[in-house]
Structure formats: structure tokens, C-alpha cells
């Protein structure tokens, strides 16, 4: 009986959503209240998911994969968000059509990923790769969102640049709320985000001691969250106002909004990014008042959450490591498939050569010895010999040695466009004629990440798209 329903509502939400235009759909995602998600919101999506794919919106597609993501993220279910982040790649949703919504979506939700698994360089390497992107698209509801996640970046290593970001993402929260001329669509969603910034502001101040700043964003928090009815606004707001009003020593407050902040992680939000954050809070609280008892509570529940996160962290690296075996097998298996192929081509290849070299010295050997043919300098020899064994290694003095070698590289390509150094040093991998799988061994990141590499560069440096990177590469000092 419950297979007809479902049936039946696909059905029925397939002619629904198939008269609308892809812009329209995407709304439909955006539209569906992330804080209070679950199972039937998950089976709304992938219904619309569907009709999406009937009519090839890709960029619909993708970001429907996203939104389940993000839930599943938020109901503390690793295995299955990791899932649908991989369906994106898996059916090869992203070119270079795609819209750069899909794009930072993707990077942010990989972020949040990377971050659960503990490894930090790789969660903000994903940001590193869009935020110039983001900045540069003039977009309000982009930019404070990704400075929002770099003041998260840096808030336990360096909270002077965390507020730096932090004020960024507040001033280009209130750009998207005015919303001059109409050029933002206003959602929940959207909305709720834009309003968290004040109490993360309040949060860095209190972080940093300054404490009467901290005061005026956390009350502009709280009458924020008044304005819209929404659990994550709630949460959050919660959560920073109860650290400030700790830090003040105002313990009936302090206690009155962790105890909100504990109940709704608790029945909304089960990952354990948000349980073990208002859960350091409530035990910092009761070891500053010395309530024991409370301290012993609050302790045995972090530990039990830890181990929780032990345990879906193990689950997802098994995950991470079962998608790397089973790209390394399809990249075997297409290699056996065109290895006959080769084999006649290089055999063909091999024959013209003899013919040609065979011609050559029969008619041009008298006047060999009047040809000045150049030949590297043994020193020269020597440091490329080391500078491509340095790339291999993704040594530190690589690109050290390399200017040595090719002095003028970074010059040229700052004349074309202001690329950033890690960009430069991912240039000078392809200029030394490294092949897309190579590059990706030698620097430790997939193939994937090393195409969109490629399109970002050809993108930065105006390469016709009919002619080879390569090419270009090589004619880029002559």
C-alpha cells in the first residue's frame, strides 16, 4: 500500500513540477526548510530530483544531491551525505556550463565534510578554490557566506583575521537583506543565514575579550531572531548569547540560553558539530560556578558524542578510501581498453619515424656537420633534472628551483593575469608537461580537482578553448 503512495505522489509532483522552468525548481529547493528537515522533506527532493533529470537541469540535479547532503550532515548520517556529495562527480554534473551556485555549494558542502574527518588543510583548500571566485561575482549572498566560513577558519589559530572576516560577512549579510532594486531573491533559508552574522560577530568579540562590542551584536542578535521563526537562527543565536552572558558572569542568562541551544541540537540537530559545541559551553559554565554534578553530566555526554563521531568518521574515510579504489579501477580498465589501440598507433608512429629519420640522413648528411644544433648546458641539464624530481617529491624548494630554471615563468604569466602563488606553482606543473593523473599523485589531491583546476586557469589566462593547455604553456616564453 505504501509502495502505491509513493508511487502516486511521484506521479502526481512529476506533473506538478514538469511545468516549471529549472529557475523555478532550484526555488523549490531553496524554499524547503533546512532547520526542520528530515525523511520527508529528503523524499520531496528526490522527487523533484527526478523530474529534473527528465528534463536534463543539471544544475537542479546537482544542487537537489547537495540539499540531501546537508541534510543528512545535519542528522548526524556521514555515510549518506558523503553519498550524495559523490553523486554530483559520479554523474559527472559539473562542466564548464555549470552555474557557480552548483560550484560553491559543492566546495562548501566538501568543506564541511573534509572538516568532520579532521582534516583542516583539505576542508580549506575547498574554500581557497572558490573564494576569489565568489568575491568577484559581486554577489552579496556569496561573499558573506564564504568570509563567514573563513572567520570560522581562523577563529582558534588567529581571531584578529577571524574578525576580520567576520565583519565582512556582516556588512554583505545587511547588502543582501536591503536587497536594493530588488536583485536578491529573499528566502527563509537565505534570510535565516544572513541574520546569523550578528551573533557570530558577537561570538569572535567575546572570543577576543572585547567584551562591550560583544554586547551590542549579541543583543541585535536576539532581536533578529525575533523576525523569523527558524530552529538554526534560534540555535545560533542561542548559543553565542549564552557564551557572552558566561563570559560576564551572568550565569541565570547564560544558563537559560544554553539549555535552548542544548534542545534543539538535541531534536533538530543530531551531528556533533552542534551537540559539542553547546556542550563545552554548558560544562565551562558549571565548572565556573563549581556544580559537580552537572560538570560529571555534561562530561560523560561529550564523551558519548566523540565516540559517535569516532565511529561515522571511521565510516567515511572507509567511504573516501572505497571511492579513490574505485576510480583507480576505472582508470585501469580504460587503459586496457585503449591499450590495443596504442599499440598500432605507436607502432605506426615508430614506422614513420624510421622512414623519415632513414630519409633524412641519406640526403642531409653531407651538411650535418654545418647545422648548429643546440644542446642544454650541463648545469642547465642538472636543474631541470632536479626541479622535476622536486615536483614529483611536491617539495617546498620546487618552485624555488624552478624560478632558477625558468626565470621569467612568473613574470609572463602576472603580465596575462594576477594568479595567486599556489596557482602559479600549479602552472609550473603543467609548463613541465605533467599529465593531469601525474599532477594529481605528485600533489595529493584527485583528478577531479586537478580538471577544475585546469578550466579555473584557462578561465584566469584567457586560453582559447580550441587550443591545448599544453600549447599554450610551451609558447609562453618564446
Known amino acids: 500500500m505504501m509502495k502505491k503512495l509513493t508511487v502516486l505522489f511521484f506521479l502526481i509532483s512529476s506533473f506538478f513540477y514538469s511545468q516549471h522552468t529549472e529557475e523555478e525548481l532550484k526555488n523549490v529547493l531553496f524554499d524547503i526548510d533546512f532547520s526542520t528537515a528530515g525523511p520527508k522533506e529528503i523524499e520531496k527532493i528526490d522527487s523533484l530530483i527526478k523530474v529534473c533529470k527528465k528534463d536534463s537541469y543539471n544544475d537542479c540535479v546537482a544542487l537537489g544531491y547537495l540539499k540531501i547532503a546537508n ?34 555549494y559543492l566546495h562548501m558542502q566538501k568543506s564541511f565534510l573534509y572538516q568532520k574527518l579532521g582534516e583542516r588543510v583539505a576542508a580549506y583548500k575547498q574554500l581557497d578554490e572558490i573564494y576569489d571566485k565568489a568575491m568577484k561575482t559581486d554577489n552579496a549572498y556569496f561573499i558573506y557566506l564564504i ?85 538554526g537562527l534560534k540555535y545560533i543565536t542561542s548559543l553565542f548569547a549564552g557564551r557572552y552572558f558566561r563570559e560576564v558572569k551572568n550565569v541565570e542568562q547564560a544558563q537559560h540560553y544554553l539549555w535552548i541551544s542544548k534542545n534543539i541540537a538535541k531534536n533538530y540537530f543530531k551531528s556533533e558539530n552542534y551537540q559539542i559545541a553547546v556542550g563545552d559551553e554548558l560544562n565551562a559554565l558549571y565548572k565556573s560556578i563549581g556544580q559537580k554534578d552537572s560538570i560529571g553530566y555534561y562530561s560523560n555526554w561529550l564523551v558519548e558524542i566523540e565516540a559517535v563521531n569516532r565511529e561515522q568518521n571511521q565510516t567515511l574515510n572507509d567511504n573516501v578510501d572505497k571511492q ?67 615536483a614529483k617529491e ?67 589566462l584567457n586560453i582559447p578553448g580550441d587550443m591545448d593547455i599544453y600549447v599554450w604553456f610551451s609558447r609562453l616564453l618564446k
Open 394 to 460: 611536491n617539495n617546498p624548494e620546487f618552485m624555488t628551483r624552478f624560478h632558477e630554471y625558468c626565470p621569467r615563468f612568473s613574470e609572463e604569466l602576472l603580465k596575462v593575469s594576477p594568479l595567486k602563488i599556489s596557482e602559479i606553482r600549479f602552472c609550473a606543473y603543467i609548463y613541465l608537461n605533467f599529465s593531469t593523473k601525474e599532477i594529481a599523485d605528485y600533489t595529493f589531491i584527485s583528478v577531479r580537482t586537478v580538471q577544475t583546476k585546469k578550466y579555473n586557469i584557462r578561465k584566469k
Open 147 to 231: 568570509n563567514r566560513q573563513y572567520a570560522d577558519k581562523y577563529r582558534e589559530t588567529d581571531k584578529e583575521l577571524s574578525l576580520k572576516y567576520s565583519k565582512i560577512a556582516y556588512k554583505f549579510s545587511k547588502i543582501y537583506r536591503e536587497n536594493k532594486d530588488n536583485r536578491y531573491r529573499i528566502d527563509k533559508n537565505r534570510l535565516c543565514n544572513s541574520y546569523k552574522t550578528s551573533a557570530y560577530l558577537g561570538g569572535i568579540y567575546t572570543d577576543l575579550n572585547k567584551l562591550d562590542s560583544a554586547r551590542i551584536y549579541i543583543e541585535e542578535a536576539i532581536r533578529n531572531e525575533k523576525k523569523v521563526d527558524d530552529i
Open 324 to 390: 579513490n579504489e574505485l576510480e583507480n579501477t576505472n582508470i585501469k580498465n580504460e587503459t586496457k581498453g585503449l591499450f590495443f589501440i596504442l599499440s598500432v598507433s605507436i607502432a605506426a608512429c615508430i614506422l614513420f619515424i624510421f622512414l623519415f629519420l632513414y630519409y633524412y640522413r641519406k640526403h642531409k648528411s653531407k651538411n650535418l656537420d654545418k647545422i648548429d644544433v643546440p644542446h642544454q648546458l650541463p648545469v642547465q641539464e642538472s636543474i631541470f633534472k632536479e626541479v622535476i624530481q622536486l
Open 71 to 104: 541534510i543528512y550532515d545535519k542528522m548526524n548520517d556521514t555515510k549518506k551525505s558523503f553519498y550524495y556529495i559523490n553523486q554530483v562527480e559520479k554523474e559527472n554534473l559539473i562542466n564548464s556550463d555549470t552555474d557557480f551556485e552548483v560550484i560553491f
